[in-house]
């Protein structure tokens, strides 16, 4: 079994209203001196087999198929 993380963020210049309203929260719950919030996600996944290339090149396709929108979101592999 091979494990996997994929992080998944909005392209720079991309608006990030979510990220803005955490921002403007943690300045309300008193953290003072954060700026340039950004969200994201993370998929943990768990790909069987032993071929880590293989697994890789599917996760990658996975990525661009569905779990990232390319044109707005970047996206990173992690292989453990």
Known sequence: MIKARVTVTLKNG?????GKA??????TLGFSGVAGVR????????VEGTD?????ADIKQ????LLANTVIENYSISMS
């Open 52 to 56: 880590s290339a293989k697994a890789e």
């Open 22 to 27: 955490i921002e403007g929260a943690l300045g």
């Open 39 to 46: 969200q994201g996600k993370v998929f943990d996944l768990e």
């Open 62 to 65: 996975m990525c661009e198929r």
């Open 14 to 18: 991309v608006l990030d209203p979510q």
